[in-house]
DNA sequence: TCCCATTGCATAGATTTCTAAGTAATTCCT
DNA sequence: AGGAATTACTTAGAAATCTATGCAATGGGA
């Protein structure tokens, strides 16, 4: 029979159920509001991929592909194919840069621009939503617990 | 003029951070998480779709796959689709249930039993890291008010 | 000036996930 | 017993995301 400290290690490792990882937890809770945002935006037309790029598009108008893509946080490719539907749908326009050829302002139409108070009455109100009967000391401590989670993993290469 | 009443109010519309949206911090957490969970499972050839089906029958092996999908979360075209490639890399065997031609039941094979505790060290790891320097307290917190969180968002429909 | 590294975007291909609709086995009701 | 409803899984097709690679415009150094 192995010593107590060796299986204690052992039981520690056989036994992680997910109610108890942060992870898991996270991943749940992302699973419930992407749901939510994507019924209450289909009706108007905007899928979820296109949702991110028009938050910041909604207060950084003309940023090029590069710059969009590192505020929004995703790959460039991802941000291609983002836009290019995001065209289809008359939500924005691409116009070439004439100072440098290589760049690609993306511009928002005026039908996206109306959608946008709308729209961010719709995210608002999902954060309500979730955070109904959750004590204002609570919902702090919360942000800054989960923010400093993704600045942790977010320093750690591999 | 609008009255002040009005005023706040679309202010508290027009502008709506991200820092302060529940919904995008748990989002980036969430993308934190994957991205790391990835980068280490992969070495095991076991991708991330993979991962939570393994979890899941690590500690019940021989669901069928509507049982699996619910546990796991997932709808049941996911579930075939994970299936398939875990057939494919030798993590699974599909046996049709005798008592029920319409059910498969899904067994681990011996080499994906011996991935287990490898695998749930690693996810272990990553919680560790997740949760470094956090105090016990805001973590338990934290614990509660994300599952309260998506159980508000789950009682939802539209 | 001309070559080459860098920069900005795009394409290709894979994975993960969904909704909607299909098929096959079982069960239930008359 | 036979048809209808239900159950379990599958297929089809779309979307969102990634890594790896390609191409074209730009700029810097010999």
């Known amino acids: 029979m192995p010593p107590p400290s060796a299986k204690a290690k052992s039981v520690r490792v056989l036994e992680f159920p997910p109610r108890l990882s942060s992870g898991y937890l996270v991943r749940d809770a992302h699973r419930a509001f992407q749901r939510l945002l994507e019924r209450r935006i289909t009706p108007y037309g905007v899928t979820r991929g296109q949702w991110y790029f028009l938050r910041v598009l909604w207060t950084h108008d003309g940023l090029s592909q590069r710059e969009l893509s590192a505020r929004v946080g995703m790959m460039e490719p991802t941000t291609v194919i983002a836009l290019r539907s995001m065209e289809r749908s008359g939500l924005i326009h691409r116009l070439r840069s004439d100072d440098d050829r290589r760049k690609v302002r993306v511009l928002l139409t005026a039908k996206a621009k109306r959608l946008r108070n709308e729209l961010l009455a719709v995210a608002r109100t999902i ?32």
Not at 137 to 142: C, N, Q, T
């Open 127 to 158: 954060t309500e939503e979730a955070e109904a009967g959750i004590d204002m000391r609570d919902l702090a401590s919360f942000r800054r617990v989960i923010a400093r989670m993704t600045a942790n993993l977010d320093l750690i290469e591999r």
